[in-house]
């Protein structure tokens, strides 16, 4: 009995290192298969126009469009202060704030809305 337990156990695997894709190797990088040269040139064509889409170049894939959140008339705006973090804990939500923030992902806001960040270790890694 114990090998079938062994058998279905839980299971990890290590993730790969996030790797940068610059966007002169588009067609290095992607596969478009077998289609017509008429097909194919159309389909470089949209991929190149739309490269921030796909996340090349360490940046993450960026679509412009608005959204709208329906909050119920009369609703408080609800903002938590900062849970307390150890000095190791505050350096990677710094150093994660700072990256995004100059790529361009975040940006400054007034907003009265606001929830502070947690971080989760996962395979010796600090997450957001």
């Known amino acids: ?66 959204a709208w959140i329906h909050i119920k008339e009369g609703t408080e705006p609800i903002s938590l202060p900062m849970y307390a973090s150890s000095p190791a804990k505050r350096e990677v939500i710094d150093k994660q704030i700072d990256a995004w923030y100059q790529q361009g992902i975040i940006e400054p806001s007034k907003s009265p809305w606001g929830a502070p ?8 890694k600090p997450r957001f």
């Open 117 to 124: 960040v947690v971080i989760a270790y996962r395979n010796n």
């Open 1 to 66: 009995m114990e090998s079938v337990k062994d058998e279905y156990g839980p299971k990890t695997a290590a993730l790969p290192e996030d790797e940068i894709y610059p966007s002169s190797q588009i067609k290095e990088l992607i596969d478009i298969g077998n289609l017509p040269e008429h097909l194919s040139n159309r389909a470089w064509a949209m991929l190149e126009k739309h490269t921030k889409v796909f996340g090349f170049d360490g940046q993450l894939g960026n679509h412009p469009a608005k």
